[in-house]
């Protein structure tokens, strides 16, 4: 696949789902007055003001944290509470979680709110956020080692389906149109395939797409694909994304909800099928991996373009902290957040910079894509 191709359709793509508000910067200036001619008056005092607007991180003006809708809505609100929690009491602010209705309402409310607001968005919401607003990245996620992911490409285990071109006229369940994984990516690996869908279903998330296929509402989905860990060895880019056939049927969720493979659970399964075992058991036995994309970059905590730095600086060193309680504590706080697999299953968080998305940054200034375009 031409990686470069890759990209530039996915940037193209990307910048229709998604637009942002600026925010609004007024404010009233007091004119000094001179009482008599021979008076030099001073220059006067900036007397704009924000009279009547509460500090940040105070309770009436919590910061923001915005998580993209990618997994059920309920699992992230509960999650982020927890996050919440933890930064509160490091850092002495106040915080508030939500989850906009999609990734480009997501978008649009931290080029809305640029100094209230952090958030949790992929790493090509990053790129069209940045382009868009300013808005800055601060972490990247690592999941189980990989600083990337993948798209996958799901169909009925019995299907008659083995290529991507057998996909030609067949129903596609989606999360989110504006998924990076779970939409962008995919459509530029069908659209080279000669792919075109008779109808595309929008499901709300990434295991609601898994269930659709599941459940026999749609002949194909594409979700999250992250690797397998293997008890005796590890996953490696360019190895198969799917179980082997022989652990397919000793699959299923633990007394904890996670899922492994194997009579002695030699495969635990972190792809987006791990996520809907509660409303399908047996998904597994059902539902099976056609294909993988290329890589991704994983997904980011950004903040919004005029957030102020000091408390910029007091968060990132909390939420080190927070995620480092899990190098000695496996039962860690992080775990019931956004580490838990059934939330956004961030083992781990590296520094992130805006240089490391120059390659997809570069693709929108050579396809010549400007914000009046929209």
């Known amino acids: 696949m031409n990686r470069k191709a890759l990209w530039a359709c996915l940037v193209v793509v990307a910048l ?33 003001t924000t009279a009547g607007e509460a500090e940040l991180g105070s309770p009436e003006r919590p910061v923001k944290v915005l998580f993209v809708p990618s997994v059920d809505a309920q699992v992230i609100v509960t999650g982020g ?48 956020a940045a382009n868009l607003c300013g808005v800055d990245v601060g972490f ?15 169909v009925p285990r019995d299907s008659d389906v083995e290529t991507l071109e057998d996909l030609d006229g067949l129903t596609w369940a989606i999360p989110d149109l504006g998924s990076g994984s779970g939409y962008l990516v995919p459509l530029v690996m069908l659209n080279e395939a000669g792919v075109t869908p008779a109808e595309t279903v929008e499901t709300g998330g990434h295991p609601n797409a898994a269930l659709a296929v599941y459940r026999g509402d749609a ?32 699959c299923a ?28 058991p047996d998904i597994m036995q059902q539902v099976r991996i056609l294909a993988i994309s290329p890589e991704i970059p994983n997904d980011t905590l950004s903040f919004g373009p005029e957030f102020p730095a000091e408390l910029r600086t007091q968060i990132e060193d909390a939420l ?12 860690c706080a992080w775990n019931d957040s956004i580490g838990n697999q059934d939330f956004y299953g961030w083992t781990g968080i590296e520094p992130a910079t805006d240089a490391e998305y120059d390659g997809l940054r570069t693709v929108v200034e050579t396809a010549g894509i400007e914000l009046e375009d929209l």
């Not at 989905?221 to 000793?250: H, N, Q, R, Y």
């Not at 635990?268 to 409303?279: I, M, Y």
């Not at 080190?320 to 039962?331: G, H, L, M, W």
């Open 16 to 48: 229709v789902v998604a637009a942002c508000g600026g925010g609004d910067d007024g404010g009233a200036t007091t004119t000094a007055a001179v009482e008599e001619p021979t008076t030099t008056a001073a220059p006067p005092e900036d007397t704009t």
């Open 81 to 128: 509470e927890i996050m919440k929690t933890a930064l509160e009491e490091a850092t002495g602010l106040s915080f508030e979680v939500s989850v906009p209705t999609s990734y480009a309402a997501t978008i649009e409310e931290m080029c809305a709110s640029p100094e209230d607001t952090m958030g949790f968005i992929p790493g090509f919401g990053y790129v069209l």
């Open 140 to 154: 990247k996620a690592v999941r189980f080692g990989f600083a990337v992911y993948w798209a996958q490409v799901l």
């Open 219 to 250: 002949d194909f989905a594409t979700t999250f694909f992250s690797p397998p860990l293997i008890a005796d060895g590890e996953w490696a880019i360019g190895d198969e994304p799917e179980v082997p056939d022989e652990f397919i049927d000793s």
């Open 253 to 280: 969720a633990d007394a904890e909800g996670d899922l492994y493979c194997g009579p002695n659970q030699e495969y635990r399964v972190l792809d987006a099928r791990a996520s809907a075992t509660t409303d399908a």
């Open 320 to 331: 080190v902290a927070f995620a480092a309680e899990c190098e000695t504590d496996e039962n």
